[in-house]
């Protein structure tokens, strides 16, 4: 091809020069011809650039046969590079699959925009070249079909032609048959048409668009005009990645043509984007769907075989019958083997649980993988043991084992709860209170560094003589229903404080603030024993809510409903910032709580009697000045 090409400026040249030859021999005028030079340089650096843009766009063809071929086989990408020429523009991908091949993807460049013509009257541009849009199109079977300018691509007798064809029997070799062929693209030297093949070279056939006209990759000259006075010189146009062609010369009063320009290509007419993410390479056509808009072609990215939690690794609350998430990247019908779990409580209490998938275990239950096209992305693990006591530590471990034998593991802490609102609890997140929170067992702890909002949604929560909370089954001594040392938010989305939080009677407080915890309550009815909320290090925020005490004080019976550890209320670590609410047989803005007269009520609001309860106590309520 670049030989022929040479032949036809070689003879361009020739015809010029001696066109130039006879007219300085005809005219005693001194003959200019650097117009003439500028216009032979012109064409020449066309040809060439348009055969190295053919070049590239039948190597984006293979590239993009690779890509079709990589989806069918579940062949996925490894690695994304950029590509960058020699002043450092980006002006491609590097394309790697798993099998270790390699794509070169190049953006087109946009045409440079020529010199400025001499000013002329009325001097016509010449017409745009056309591309050829070549693309791939999934059928109604599922195969993927090539497409020129929207329209299936066929042979001779009408076949569409498949991007990946079926391969053949082994050979003796061990190799695969051959896949189908990918086109080829050239331009004619001669008639400067698109020519495509589909028998590798072979023969070539002229391409004709819609209406049944040769595609041309130039456009035609545009007619003369007059002579007049020379134009100024134009800037160069930036390189770009969609082609267009370069702007044309201004025209003026009066003034000779040069030869006019043919269009610049217009980029490579395959690939008009390739955005990638942590997890799949999206591959953007310019070829467009019946819809118009342009295809796109989603190819998974993997580094290698990968196992974890969905979730992360952290340390998590569970409870009987929770289940947790395990993704795997690069996990193929053909290289999975089996799947194990193992759950491994701390001092080997409850036994250790071991599930293999092949095996039932009504305790341990890991999901066998689901292949989808070949490739499974996630499994479950579930864990189903019933347990008496409040929580415990344990080790949850997963191991992937491949066809060589080779080991992926993940494995992480689990807190086994018996209590859903607990492991809820120690999570974090939100919760909304049900039936079946009625009774707890065990202190209720919001770990440090841990937000927790409980709706008490009008139902009530407590414990009961048969589990109490103060001097519990294990013999630890914890105090209150719940325990804040991260931060804590109640409300009762019933709005009439009909949740409620009711330790059993002489058995604990119902709330405690610890370890500098953060305690806001909004609404809802607290019932403790001497304290309802007590902090010892931290602050509680009470915005509204019903607050009271079963077992009294002996000698301020109800003075202690909110109170603080004295030390750390002196020192200021310990706070109690009350806005709202109503407190029975206890005025918030002159208690005896952290001596006489302590006032908790912060500025802008006020403690007035509000009524007498049914035991005979003032009920105190704080609202806004």
Known sequence: MKRYSKIMVIGIKFLFLSLCFFAIKSSSCKYDNTELWNNIQALENRVITLEEWKTTLNKNIESLQTIVTSLETKNFITKVEPLYDSEGKEIGYKITFQTGDSIDIKFGNDGKDGKDGSDGKDG???????TPVIGVVQDEDGTYYWTVNGEFLTDGNGNKLAVT????????DGKNGKDAIAPILRINQTTNIWEISIDNGLTWNEMKDANGDFITATGEQGPKGDKGDKGDKGDKGDQGQKGDKGDKGDKGDRGAVGAAGAAGPKGDSMFKDVVYTADVVYFTLMAKDATGANIVLAVPRVSKITIAFADGALPIAMNRGDALTINFTGLTSENYNSLIAEFIPEGGGYGVQTDIVTRANPYLIIAEPVFVNGVCN????????????????ALLRVTLVDNDGKKYVASRIIMYFQSRLAAAAYNGGSYILTDTDATQANQIEIPAGKEFTLDLNGKTMGNTIITPIWDNA???KTWSLFSVRGKMTIKDGSGNDA???KAYQDDCYAIDVREGGHLIIEGGTYVGNIHAVYVHKGTADIRGGRFSVQQKDATHPTGYVIN???ANYQNGTAIVKISGGRYHGFNPADCPAEGPGTNFVIAGYQSQAYGIDGEGYTIYKVTSL
Request: proline share 5%.
């Open 124 to 130: 016509s541009d010449g017409v745009d070249g056309v």
């Open 165 to 172: 064809g079926p391969k053949g029997d082994p050979g003796e």
């Open 378 to 393: 996630s499994t479950t693990v579930t864990i189903k043991l019933d347990i008496e006591t409040g929580g415990y530590e």
């Open 474 to 476: 294990e013999g630890v």
């Open 499 to 501: 949740g409620t939080v």
């Open 564 to 566: 603080c550890f004295d």
